[in-house]
């Protein structure tokens, strides 16, 4: 139980492209989506947390224009890196939880996105 | 604000060796404490948890203790396969008083295991 999908695995794209990575809780009604970036060999980066419904609330130093979140369902969530530059390649990563209370989050298997 | 510090790697162990990563933290009241592991290509899995202080996690053989008065959580296991080469991270979440959720993560640590 608790299976985290994620769509695409790897993506490349020309500068200047939007792209949209899905999230989906596969098994479970997900409350609550994470958005992580991972840069190579070094830890995750929470971008943004997503409640289903409402807006999704940015770290400090992440563009909210830049990197576009929606969670329309308890099941889906979307991250769209719009106008993109190889500076945003990276692994994307996102986890969902149950919410109310639950602190476990169960991570997807991550986005490459490369950005020529 | 709230952090976790854990060894650097990479950790280069033989099999059946014993595994410890040190993993300390910082954190206003009483967070939960977890173990995430990232096997190569593969997103991550939670490996253990400890929700309050004294709580032992434990999975697939990995432990880990929730020790308070040294605010450490080391991850231990008495005997390492090849199988468990992966990176490990530690991380904290808020008190369940904050309700965000939000995970922080250490910087991970690599382990390779040779047969």
């Known amino acids: 139980g608790a299976v985290v999908s994620q769509h695409p695995s790897w993506v490349i794209c020309k500068s200047g492209t939007s792209v949209k990575i899905e999230c989906r809780s596969l098994d479970f009604q997900a409350t609550t989506m994470f958005w992580y970036r991972q840069f190579p060999k070094q830890s995750l980066m929470l971008m943004a947390t997503s409640n289903e419904g409402s807006k999704a609330t940015y770290e400090q130093g992440v563009e909210k224009d830049k990197f576009l979140i929606n969670h329309a369902s308890l099941t889906l969530s979307t991250l769209t890196v719009t106008s993109a530059h190889p500076e945003d390649s990276s692994f994307y990563i996102c986890?969902?939880?149950f919410g109310g209370g639950s602190d476990t989050q169960y991570f997807g298997p991550g986005t490459r996105l490369t950005v020529l | 604000g709230n952090s976790v510090t854990q060894m650097e790697g990479p950790v280069t162990l033989s099999e059946e060796a014993f595994l410890t990563i040190n993993c300390t933290y910082t954190?206003?009241?009483?967070?939960?404490l977890f173990w995430y592991v990232q096997y190569p290509g593969e997103g991550l899995q939670l490996l253990l948890k400890a929700t309050k202080a004294d709580d032992k996690g434990s999975n697939k053989g990995f432990e880990a203790t929730y020790r308070k008065e040294t605010t450490s959580f080391h991850l231990e296991k008495g005997s390492v396969q090849v199988s468990d080469s992966a990176v490990y991270f530690c991380?904290?979440?808020?008190?369940?008083?904050?309700?965000?959720?939000?995970?922080?993560f250490g910087q991970g640590t690599t382990l390779q295991v040779k047969p």
């Open positions: 954190a206003t009241g009483y967070p939960s």
């Open positions: 986890s969902a939880s």
């Open positions: 991380a904290l979440s808020g008190p369940r008083s904050s309700n965000t959720g939000k995970l922080i």
